[in-house]
């Protein structure tokens, strides 16, 4: 039995325990048994056409788009979909139990404890949020920082994970410092460069470093761990990570990261329904930061992560078909992820490098490179390039303009190298 159909028989399960009435078991047994059983993508090889194309014939999209913004809004898989769609119409056929029953939260603990093996960690040190932004907003909000104390990050760190501290430092006391990333340079450089950059940033004040995991610019793969260990050895207390998207797209073990916290958002690379994120705070940080939200009286949920997580009323549906994605994306099988996302990388690069009118713009370093890649066409503006790419070849990506002028490539798994090689060849033709 996979991943999915154990928390679909749990559900039932805790439907029977909370006596439910006779109509709504039958209703939830009809769902069950319609959606799909067994793998969701079996015997998945990461080198085999076909299987790609069996992958590929799982999400809606449509037949004349190619989708290359995955670091944006990832896709949602059909089987994910229909059963996201049968939670919702199964909780509106008794709303009350939807509202303040305990069976949603029963399955949600499944869904946590999928998700905890997928990160490597304790499940009392998850929270199931909203999105990576919910995450930092606590942290900004809740870390005991003091009227000196520096905050600091690169010029890679993402609005979410950045705006909180701007917004907050005058009415809290500290102060915000950004240190410009030589983006220009990341092809050229080695994972001991980058951690000496973040370091070499670090002031007697700083203390607070924000790092996110994979940039959602460039796509490096930043050296956490290296990072965290050189930071705390120049006096910083917190390190936090923007986990937005590594979630899904490597493997992970946060624990192993030497880190405090880590926020991510499961609708990218884990092709969650929108509007989820998970919440990784070590336990020591735990008793540091207080809940932003107060629902639950007394000190029932103060010794985990579950204290970020506490709303009362919530969409239940997604969490739980949350357990659905990490299901499908188990499927696939990390390490076939993982060299399909090679093999996609390689092929980019590959024809980057014998095309004069492209210029490769991300990190070359095996240690340093992810799924996201940037791409400039000499002599061309990448905004009106993207433009005119999605309407002569239907291919959708993220385009950053300024010195950086480059095109964001951001491929899944079932995404075929045919379908690269149009949109290179398109881009390249828009070119000087």
């Known amino acids: 039995m996979n991943g999915t159909q154990t928390t679909r028989r749990s559900f039932l399960r805790a439907l029977t325990a909370a006596g439910a009435a006779a109509p709504l078991l039958a209703r939830a047994e009809r769902l069950e048994a319609s959606l799909p059983h067994g793998s969701f993508a079996p015997r998945f090889d990461a080198g085999d056409p076909d299987a790609i194309r069996r992958l590929r014939s799982h999400y809606l999209l449509s037949d004349d788009l190619v989708y290359l913004n995955h670091a944006s809004i990832g896709t949602v898989p059909e089987p994910v979909i229909r059963a996201h769609a049968g939670y919702l119409e199964l909780c509106e056929s008794y709303p009350s139990l939807y509202v303040w029953g305990a069976v949603w939260r029963e399955v949600a603990e499944d869904v946590r404890r999928s998700a905890a093996d997928l990160l490597g960690c304790d499940v009392d040190d998850l929270a199931i949020t909203h999105n990576t932004t919910e995450g930092f907003n606590v942290l900004a909000h809740g870390l005991p920082l003091r009227p000196g104390d520096e905050v600091l990050f690169s ?8 705006v909180a501290w701007d917004v907050l430092k005058q009415r809290l006391g500290f102060s915000v410092r950004r240190f410009d990333f030589p983006v220009m340079r990341a092809a050229e450089l080695t994972p001991e460069e980058v951690v000496a950059l973040h370091a070499d ?6 203390r607070v470093l924000v790092v996110p995991h994979i940039d959602n610019m460039i796509g490096l793969n930043h050296p956490v761990r290296g990072i965290a260990d050189a930071a705390r050895a120049a006096g910083v207390e917190f390190v ?28 990218k690379w884990l092709q969650a329904p929108k509007g989820l994120g998970l919440f990784w705070v070590s336990p020591g940080t735990r008793t540091l930061l207080p809940r932003m939200w107060h629902k639950t009286a007394g000190t029932r949920l103060e010794g985990t992560a579950r204290k970020y997580e506490d709303y009362s009323t919530r969409a239940w549906p997604a969490v739980v078909a949350l357990g659905d994605a990490l299901a499908f994306q188990a499927s696939i099988g990390e390490a076939e992820k993982t060299r399909r996302y090679e093999a996609l990388w390689r092929h980019v690069r590959e024809r980057v490098e014998v095309d004069g009118r492209l210029r490769w713009r991300s990190p070359f370093a095996p240690g340093l490179r992810s799924m996201i890649v940037a791409v400039e066409v000499a002599g061309a503006e990448a905004p009106a390039v993207a433009r005119s790419l999605l309407d002569s070849v239907g291919a959708e990506m993220r385009a950053f303009g300024g010195s950086l002028n480059t095109l964001r490539l951001s491929p899944n798994v079932a995404t075929t190298e045919s379908e690269l ?12």
């Open 421 to 432: 090689d149009r949109v290179l060849e398109a881009a390249a033709s828009t070119g000087a």
């Open 201 to 206: 940033a670090v002031r007697p004040e700083t």
């Open 240 to 267: 936090l990570v923007d986990g937005a998207q590594s979630a899904g797209m490597i493997p992970l073990d946060l624990p192993a990261l030497g880190v405090d916290a880590y926020a991510m958002s499961p609708h």
């Open 155 to 162: 010029s890679l760190n993402h609005a979410g994970a950045a």
